[in-house]
């Protein structure tokens, strides 16, 4: 080779490296077609989270996501139970607009669903773990669905041929597993949309062998209305979700377990031995006490308290995984991570479990979102955000426009600008399920920066007012208080105002033959 082409080889070398280093930044650092993982937990209460000053438990991988990006403070659902939030996501609708307001319906798949969007510009997109929608997903290329509510131990998932296999393993570690294959597997030239659905932290709270007893030496303190007794408030008093009568000594509390129901009877001889071996000696420490009454309700609640954070735990330490494969693949930059649950959900608070009142701990869900092209790290929003709006912000992160006939708004503004005005913090709320499983008697309300108001309609008909400000226990319904009688004019025109705009016409007919 003479000098000349020599001189000309390396050119060309350099011209050609610099093509392809220059499409490879293109596609790592597209930042109008931003990857998205957006992981959905369910009943994970903000209690239980650090970030959110809970001090129950540490929980590093949801607060680094907090701390890499921002959190909100003020994050509601619009309908505090499983499906109908899913529903929610999915549409960006309230479940009066989407069909979906109780539990183990068949969601229609067939309406406009926000995922078709992803997938109508250019994504890959993919629902890993829990659907639990009484159907298969549509607006998704791939999935794999726990069956139904899924199983702990061993659970059976249903993938994109309709077909079910049965996954040997802890089902938050199988969820993991098979969201980081399929993002091994995906196209790189093509941005992507994963849903991991998790089953944690869901009744009956069952933990990962390696987390068995993990919070067994700490006595938690009882929440301070651990013995509420309802006075003032007629729907509170007639539910049946407590942790003193409502859950099970077998199969919430798990003393005296029965191998061959449930989860238990799906497991293995090596995860029986160990997981008999654990609850066989809670049990007989159980018996050795002979507790009645309070004191019963008292040890259900540590017996309740400690499963649960030993399976939040499984899923902080997953979530950790799913952020260490993003680091490992160079996609920190460019993708928006979110985390959040669901609803929010009752640890003890007014003696509960459960969730689906519209008192701040069900009301209330975490949200954590990390996107490091617009967020600042350590970003804390303390607008009203709610769950109609998580499909719009996720669109209008990928740059797509958000359709006119979602009800929610993008969060954008929120996440760009710690400083935005005329934000409208006022959340409007819909319960329905009635009676079964917790006879929580359907309801729907206001919530604003001090105040909520709240109309429960059917089995218990009646008005509730809370002053936030003075009583975030919501222990004093002062609707009968003349004190606030200027409050409650003002926020029943409120009221009626979100119901027409968000077009709820069972709100309305109720309202009206009030008069
Ligand atoms: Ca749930």
Request: net charge neutral; hydrophobic share 35%; glycine share 6%.
């Amino acid at each position: 080779m003479n000098l000349l082409k020599f001189s000309k080889y390396i050119i060309s070398l350099i011209l050609s490296s610099f093509i392809i280093s220059k499409s490879v930044a293109q596609a790592l650092n597209n930042s109008s077609q931003p990857n998205i993982v957006f992981i959905i937990s369910d009943d994970h209460a903000f209690q239980a989270i650090g970030a959110y000053g809970g001090k129950l438990m540490p929980t590093p991988n949801i607060d680094r996501i907090a701390n890499e990006g921002a959190i909100f403070r003020n994050s509601f659902v619009t309908n505090s139970i499983c499906g109908p939030s899913r529903a929610t996501l999915l549409t960006g609708k309230y479940s009066h607009k989407n069909g979906y307001p109780l539990n183990e319906k068949k969601f229609d798949v067939n309406q406009f669903l926000f995922s078709r969007l992803f997938q109508q510009h250019n994504y890959q997109t993919a629902w890993v773990g829990k659907w639990h929608l009484g159907n298969l997903p549509q607006g998704f290329d791939y999935f794999s669905i726990l069956k139904g509510q899924g199983n702990y131990y061993n659970p059976d998932l249903v993938g994109t041929n309709n077909d079910t296999t049965r996954h040997e393993g802890y089902v938050t570690d199988i969820i993991t597993d098979q969201s980081l294959a399929w993002l091994d597997q995906r196209d790189p030239s093509k941005p992507f949309f994963l849903v991991v659905g998790e089953k944690a932290t869901h009744r009956e709270w069952v933990p990962d062998i390696q987390d068995l007893g993990a919070f067994d030496s700490i006595d938690f303190p009882l929440p301070v209305n651990f013995f509420d007794t309802y006075n003032d408030r007629q729907a509170a008093l007639h539910q049946d979700m407590t942790i003193e009568t409502t859950m099970r000594m077998k199969e919430d509390v798990k003393v005296h377990l029965d191998y061959n129901t449930g989860d238990f009877k799906r497991l293995t001889e090596d995860q029986r031995v160990k997981i008999k071996e654990y609850y066989d000696r809670i049990s007989n420490e159980f018996d050795a006490k002979k507790l009645s009454g309070k004191e019963l309700a008292v040890w259900k609640f540590q017996r309740y308290i400690k499963d649960y954070l030993a399976v939040a735990k499984s899923m902080d330490r997953n979530i950790g995984k799913i952020l260490e494969y993003l680091d490992q693949h160079q996609l920190v930059e460019n993708t928006v991570v979110v985390y959040l649950s669901d609803q929010g959900f009752y640890l003890g608070e007014h003696g509960w479990f459960d969730k689906r009142f519209m008192y701040e701990e069900s009301l209330r869900t975490p949200f954590v979102i990390r996107y490091p092209q617009i967020i600042k790290p350590g970003t804390n929003i303390t607008r009203f955000a709610s769950n109609i709006d998580w499909a719009p912000t996720v669109l209008d992160l990928a740059g797509i426009k958000v359709p006119n006939e979602i009800q929610g708004m993008s969060l954008v503004p929120l996440l760009k600008n710690r400083n935005v005005k005329n934000w409208n913090d006022e959340l409007y709320y819909h319960y329905y399920e009635y009676p079964d499983p917790h006879r929580v008697s359907p309801h729907f309300g206001i919530r604003t920066p001090q105040y909520k108001l709240i109309k429960f309609y059917g089995a218990e008909n009646g008005w509730e007012l809370y002053d936030l400000k003075r009583d975030q226990s919501e222990m004093n319904n002062v609707i009968k208080s003349k004190k606030y009688s200027k409050v409650i004019a003002d926020l029943k025109s409120k009221l009626v105002l979100l119901i027409d705009k968000y077009e709820d016409d069972e709100a309305r007919k109720i309202l009206s033959e009030e008069k």
